[in-house]
């Protein structure tokens, strides 16, 4: 057997930059680089094997490791998990600032590859500087806080180790039905220490996206439920997109006459204008999906985690005899609520159930209420895109005159949290199969910015726009450097409502009064956040960091920054003042949110009852 002496973190270069994944026949060079931020546990070990030159990772340096963390993120769902980054940090601050990032990437089943750095192995100079110490548990780090939110964890104490933990960190990147976070903490002085490899540990290796085929007995299952039912609805969840499923989807909904409902993660799959489409589905859904879902008598659910937003905390499917159908490659989805589980790849499940449904000359009952219903939420939608805001500027009016812009280029429009994703999932009209990219299993502040940079290095030579709330840009935003540094242009659309709106929202209309949500000063009157509100100019935020900066107050504004925005080559900040509560509200939806039995306000007490009421409604699991 041949060998090669190697270091821990040469070898982890030299392995990771030989994989490969076959999707469907095509060969796809599976890590790209690696991202993130030096420190004293990762820059004399892994960090002097990527300074190397015999390898092709390219490594971007983030500003923030969560920024990093997003960035990979955003990368991989680009490129519907089928290329991938690595990212990594030093120990303990470094290391933890990425925890959050690795759980954003797990819960939307996004394949990332953490590899922080650790602390010694050895334990000889412990304390070292960042070092948590655990009295009761010297095998404890900072890396443990990963496990909560990683599908595979790992820490490298010996060399050799690093042969069996990568080969696991393939095993559950390149599986549709695991994917998410891998971490592999790497003890700063193990990084260093060299090992006489097996030369063909680093062969080119090709894993292969293996696509579950759905059993006869299952489809036979399915088939006979559909038959069953006459009005089943269709949820298509993110699965479907990652799973190139959009067209089966379609031609399924078509056949059978039946109408779908997209989560985040689902829409764009299939075009906003197909007749089945009826927009976002759940908490955040359009009114022609909510109302067709309370009567539908099957749900079936594919490629859906089926989460609290999809499905109104369970108390959308109001037909008593609704059934759900649980397609999903993830055994752990596919049985959630009940389901009859179809443990399956999208696309293969729903060509195979089509073409046993097919032979039986299946039709729903749904009739004229598709085209119906979707007309009327055609209406509505050009209504909220068309709102004259006496005040200047209206946040829906402004996601519209972005839809009327960036649909011709099919620019990819990049968000994750506050009420934009809420007011996108039910208006945005996506052309094209991969231009929504919505983070929101995590919902996590801070991904737009960083996650559209990720895109920009997936789709290079497309828009890549992330539209923000002030809240979530200032969380995080300097990645927006990084951007500048690399000379990508991403193009930042920030509605500033002066504040957390949508929590502000969520607290009043519980009964609370304004508390703690609203971007005001401190009042010495009242000791309270209730005097001038704050005025961030997030322009010239943006000037400073090498960005160009425009400003907007108005429809007539907006509409010139975008197009200046759409010209310009590097990345630009539109800083859009919006009035604060001009956003969307919910059509036909409930949300189970854990409000106080008993308060001052009586506003809070019957907020409450009504809770009990509607949780009355929903199914108990
Ligand atoms: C990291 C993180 N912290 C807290 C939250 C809870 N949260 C959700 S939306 C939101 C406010 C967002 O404010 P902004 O970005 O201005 O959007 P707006 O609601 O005003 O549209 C908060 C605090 C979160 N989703 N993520
Ligand atoms: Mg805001």
Same mark, same amino acid.
């Given at each position: 057997?041949?060998?090669?002496?190697?270091?821990?973190? !040469?070898?982890?270069?030299?392995?990771?930059?030989?994989?490969?994944?076959?999707?469907?026949?095509?060969?796809?060079?599976?890590?790209?680089?690696?991202? =993130?931020?030096?420190?004293?546990?990762?820059?004399?070990?892994?960090?002097?094997?990527?300074?190397?030159?015999?390898?092709?990772?390219?490594?971007?340096?983030?500003?923030?490791?969560? =920024?990093?963390?997003?960035?990979?993120?955003?990368?991989?769902? !680009?490129?519907?998990?089928?290329?991938?980054?690595?990212?990594?940090?030093?120990?303990?601050?470094?290391?933890?600032?990425?925890?959050?990032?690795?759980?954003?990437?797990?819960?939307?089943?996004?394949?990332?590859?953490?590899?922080?750095?650790?602390?010694?192995?050895?334990?000889?100079?412990?304390?070292?500087?960042?070092?948590?110490?655990?009295?009761?548990?010297?095998?404890?780090?900072?890396?443990?806080?990963?496990?909560?939110?990683?599908?595979?964890?790992?820490?490298?104490?010996?060399?050799? !180790?690093?042969?069996?933990?990568?080969?696991?960190?393939?095993?559950?990147?390149?599986?549709?039905?695991?994917?998410?976070?891998?971490?592999?903490?790497?003890?700063?002085?193990?990084?260093?220490?060299?090992?006489?490899?097996?030369?063909?540990?680093?062969?080119?290796?090709?894993?292969?996206?293996?696509?579950?085929?759905?059993?006869?007995?299952?489809?036979?299952?399915?088939?006979?439920?559909?038959?069953?039912?006459?009005?089943?609805?269709?949820?298509?969840?993110?699965?479907?997109?990652?799973?190139?499923?959009?067209?089966?989807?379609?031609?399924?909904?078509?056949?059978?006459?039946?109408?779908?409902?997209?989560?985040?993660?689902?829409?764009?799959?299939?075009?906003?204008?197909?007749?089945?489409?009826?927009?976002?589905?759940?908490?955040?859904?359009?009114?022609?999906?909510?109302?067709?879902?309370?009567?539908?008598?099957?749900?079936?659910?594919?490629?859906?985690?089926?989460?609290?937003?999809?499905?109104?905390?369970?108390?959308?499917?109001?037909?008593?005899?609704?059934?759900?159908?649980?397609?999903?490659?993830?055994?752990?989805?596919?049985?959630?609520?009940?389901?009859?589980?179809?443990?399956?790849?999208?696309?293969?499940?729903?060509?195979?159930?089509?073409?046993?449904?097919?032979?039986?000359?299946?039709?729903?009952?749904?009739?004229?209420?598709?085209?119906?219903?979707?007309?009327?939420?055609?209406?509505?939608?050009?209504?909220?895109?068309?709102?004259?805001?006496?005040?200047?500027?209206?946040?829906?009016?402004?996601?519209?005159?972005?839809?009327? !812009?960036?649909?011709?280029?099919?620019?990819?429009?990049?968000?994750?949290?506050?009420?934009?994703?809420?007011?996108?999932?039910?208006?945005?009209?996506?052309?094209?199969?991969?231009?929504?990219?919505?983070?929101? =299993?995590?919902?996590?502040?801070?991904?737009?910015?960083?996650?559209?940079?990720?895109?920009?290095?997936?789709?290079?030579?497309?828009?890549?726009?992330?539209?923000?709330?002030?809240?979530?840009?200032?969380?995080?935003?300097?990645?927006?450097?990084?951007?500048?540094?690399?000379?990508?242009?991403?193009?930042?659309?920030?509605?500033?409502?002066?504040?957390?709106?949508?929590?502000?929202?969520?607290?009043?209309?519980?009964?609370?009064?304004?508390?703690?949500?609203?971007?005001?000063?401190?009042?010495?009157?009242?000791?309270?956040?209730?005097?001038?509100?704050?005025?961030?100019?997030?322009?010239?935020?943006?000037?400073?960091?090498?960005?160009?900066?425009?400003?907007?107050?108005?429809?007539?504004?907006?509409?010139?920054?975008?197009?200046?925005?759409?010209?310009?080559?590097?990345?630009?900040?539109?800083?859009?003042?919006?009035?604060?509560?001009?956003?969307?509200?919910?059509?036909?939806?409930?949300?189970?949110?854990?409000?106080?039995?008993?308060?001052?306000?009586?506003?809070?007490?019957?907020?409450?009852?009504?809770?009990?009421?509607?949780?009355?409604?929903?199914?108990?699991?």
């Amino acid at each position: 057997m041949n060998t090669v002496r190697l270091t821990v973190g !040469q070898a982890i270069v030299r392995f990771l930059d030989n994989q490969y994944l076959d999707v469907d026949g095509e060969e796809i060079k599976y890590i790209a680089g690696v991202t =993130g931020i030096f420190g004293h546990g990762v820059v004399v070990g892994l960090g002097e094997a990527l300074a190397e030159k015999n390898h092709s990772l390219v490594f971007y340096q983030a500003k923030n490791e969560q =920024g990093a963390g997003h960035i990979a993120t955003g990368f991989a769902k !680009q490129n519907s998990c089928r290329r991938i980054m690595a990212v990594t940090s030093s120990i303990g601050p470094g290391a933890l600032n990425l925890v959050t990032a690795a759980g954003t990437a797990t819960v939307n089943h996004i394949p990332v590859l953490f590899l922080p750095g650790d602390v010694f192995a050895t334990r000889q100079p412990d304390p070292v500087l960042q070092q948590v110490e655990v009295p009761y548990d010297s095998t404890m780090s900072a890396n443990d806080a990963f496990k909560a939110v990683s599908k595979y964890w790992d820490r490298i104490t010996r060399p050799e !180790q690093v042969m069996t933990a990568f080969i696991n960190a393939m095993r559950v990147l390149t599986n549709p039905a695991q994917m998410g976070a891998v971490t592999i903490a790497l003890p700063q002085d193990v990084q260093g220490e060299a090992w006489d490899y097996p030369e063909e540990f680093f062969d080119k290796r090709v894993h292969h996206l293996e696509r579950r085929a759905p059993s006869q007995a299952q489809v036979a299952r399915a088939a006979a439920m559909i038959l069953a039912a006459e009005k089943p609805l269709v949820i298509c969840g993110g699965g479907v997109r990652y799973s190139g499923a959009g067209p089966e989807l379609a031609a399924f909904c078509k056949k059978f006459h039946l109408p779908f409902g997209e989560t985040q993660a689902g829409k764009g799959s299939v075009l906003w204008d197909n007749p089945y489409n009826l927009s976002g589905i759940g908490v955040t859904g359009s009114q022609a999906a909510n109302r067709l879902a309370k009567k539908a008598d099957l749900i079936i659910a594919v490629g859906t985690r089926l989460g609290d937003f999809t499905t109104c905390s369970k108390w959308l499917f109001q037909n008593p005899k609704a059934k759900i159908l649980g397609i999903n490659v993830a055994s752990f989805d596919a049985y959630k609520m009940n389901a009859e589980p179809i443990v399956a790849d999208a696309k293969l499940a729903l060509a195979a159930i089509g073409a046993h449904l097919g032979r039986r000359g299946y039709k729903s009952a749904w009739g004229e209420e598709i085209t119906r219903e979707k007309a009327l939420w055609n209406a509505e939608v050009d209504r909220l895109y068309s709102i004259e805001d006496p005040a200047g500027l209206s946040q829906i009016r402004a996601i519209g005159e972005l839809n009327d !812009q960036l649909l011709p280029r099919n620019a990819i429009v990049v968000s994750g949290s506050g009420s934009i994703p809420s007011d996108m999932q039910r208006t945005w009209r996506a052309r094209v199969a991969g231009t929504y990219h919505m983070e929101y =299993g995590f919902s996590c502040m801070g991904y737009e910015i960083a996650a559209a940079l990720g895109a920009k290095l997936a789709a290079p030579d497309r828009e890549c726009v992330a539209i923000v709330g002030d809240g979530a840009y200032t969380m995080l935003h300097t990645e927006l450097l990084t951007a500048v540094q690399e000379g990508r242009k991403i193009i930042v659309v920030v509605l500033d409502n002066q504040g957390f709106q949508c929590i502000d929202n969520l607290q009043h209309s519980q009964g609370i009064a304004h508390f703690g949500n609203e971007w005001k000063r401190r009042d010495p009157a009242t000791g309270q956040l209730s005097g001038p509100s704050m005025s961030v100019d997030f322009a010239k935020n943006a000037e400073s960091w090498g960005a160009v900066g425009l400003r907007a107050s108005n429809v007539e504004e907006f509409r010139r920054a975008v197009r200046k925005a759409l010209r310009e080559k590097g990345p630009v900040v539109i800083d859009a003042k919006v009035s604060a509560k001009s956003m969307t509200g919910g059509y036909d939806s409930w949300w189970h949110v854990g409000t106080a039995e008993v308060a001052d306000r009586p506003e809070v007490v019957a907020a409450a009852k009504a809770v009990r009421e509607e949780l009355a409604k929903a199914r108990k699991y």
